[in-house]
């Protein structure tokens, strides 16, 4: 089997039941996504597949054979950190550090989605070309990733600092 992982080309030979996670962890040693609940409920497993957020634990890796998959060891390197790294750091956006793979592997993926115009279920005006990056919109969109040490405030400041003045930037041109 061959995917795509952090830009790299890998061949394995797993299990058909083996999930992605499993696949990550136990056989490629990338151990920023973490098993959780392994029921897909607290998100500390999200990676990216093909720019989207996926629970990795969920997802047999036979499925995303030929994808682009990236985890967080893929987004930033010692000394060149994701612009969401950096702000997790500066906004204390993380206590124990358990959650804060799949917070940010989410974060990237909701960036896009609004990008995108994706509304949620909380967004105002469903008919608008942009959607403003408040505190509110980035709790829902996050919902899905928990984090045990309550971290939550860093997390959304960090969010919020990071996409707020690129959905600002956005409007400006749509103008």
């Given at each position: 089997?061959?995917?795509?992982?952090?830009g790299?080309?890998?061949?394995?030979?797993?299990?058909v039941?083996t999930s992605l996670?499993?696949?990550l962890?136990?056989?490629l040693?990338?151990?920023?996504a973490?098993?959780g609940c392994?029921?897909?409920?607290?998100?500390?497993?999200?990676?990216?597949?093909?720019?989207?957020?996926?629970?990795s634990?969920?997802?047999l890796?036979v499925?995303?054979?030929?994808?682009?998959?990236?985890?967080?060891?893929?987004?930033?390197?010692?000394g060149?950190l994701?612009?969401?790294?950096k702000?997790?750091?500066?906004?204390?956006?993380?206590?124990c550090?358990?959650?804060?793979p799949?917070?940010?592997?989410?974060?990237?993926?909701m960036a896009?989605?609004l990008?995108?115009?994706?509304?949620?279920y909380?967004?105002e005006?469903l008919?608008?070309?942009t959607?403003?990056?408040?505190?509110?919109?980035?709790?829902?969109r996050?919902?899905g990733?928990?984090?045990?040490?309550g971290?939550y405030?860093?997390?959304?400041d960090?969010?919020?600092?990071?996409?707020a003045?690129?959905?600002?930037?956005?409007?400006?041109e749509?103008?």
């Amino acid at each position: 089997m061959r995917w795509t992982i952090n830009g790299a080309e890998v061949d394995e030979t797993v299990d058909v039941r083996t999930s992605l996670l499993d696949l990550l962890r136990e056989r490629l040693h990338l151990f920023g996504a973490k098993k959780g609940c392994d029921q897909g409920a607290c998100g500390a497993c999200t990676v990216l597949v093909d720019g989207r957020r996926i629970n990795s634990c969920l997802a047999l890796a036979v499925q995303y054979q030929g994808r682009e998959i990236v985890t967080i060891e893929g987004l930033g390197a010692p000394g060149a950190l994701h612009p969401l790294q950096k702000a997790f750091v500066e906004h204390d956006g993380f206590q124990c550090g358990y959650c804060t793979p799949g917070q940010i592997c989410s974060a990237v993926a909701m960036a896009s989605e609004l990008r995108d115009g994706a509304p949620s279920y909380v967004t105002e005006d469903l008919t608008a070309e942009t959607i403003d990056v408040t505190p509110e919109e980035v709790r829902e969109r996050m919902s899905g990733n928990l984090c045990r040490c309550g971290a939550y405030n860093g997390i959304v400041d960090a969010l919020t600092e990071t996409y707020a003045p690129a959905a600002e930037a956005d409007k400006r041109e749509a103008a």
